[in-house]
């Protein structure tokens, strides 16, 4: 079973900036697709970002322009730089991997929490 663990969350200020880090126990990690997504208290999980096994990005409208999604095939670890945070940044952060379909290949992680707090 592949394990996904993700770090980095943290309380920050408005206009501050966090790098969030997601590490998949799977040798197979450059063959997939990962993406981030966040759930605020009382809110359904959202997709944030995803980039594809080739590299290809893509991000929800709300992180254009703030967030940068980035892969190391070598440490099979996804990143997310998270720069001009806002309070409605604030969720638990978690990190999947995708083949062909909108089905997550793994269990959730146990997130990574980032408060955007002053």
């Known amino acids: 079973q592949v394990q996904l663990v993700e770090s980095g969350g943290g309380l920050v200020q408005p206009g501050g900036s966090l790098r969030l880090s997601c590490a998949a126990s799977?040798?197979?990690?450059?063959?997939?697709?990962m993406r981030w997504y966040r759930q605020a208290p009382g809110k359904q999980r959202e997709l944030v970002a995803l980039?594809?096994?080739?590299?290809?990005?893509n991000y929800a409208d709300s992180a254009k322009g703030r967030f940068t999604i980035s892969r190391d095939n070598a440490k099979n670890t996804v990143y997310l730089q998270m720069n001009s945070l806002k309070s409605e940044d604030t969720a638990v952060y978690y990190c999947?991997?995708?083949?062909?379909?909108?089905?997550?290949?793994?269990?959730w992680g146990q997130g990574t929490q980032v408060t955007v707090s002053s």
């Open positions: 999947n991997g995708f083949a062909q379909s909108d089905r997550p290949l793994w269990r």
């Open positions: 799977t040798s197979r990690f450059s063959a997939y697709d």
């Open positions: 980039i594809t096994s080739g590299g290809s990005t």
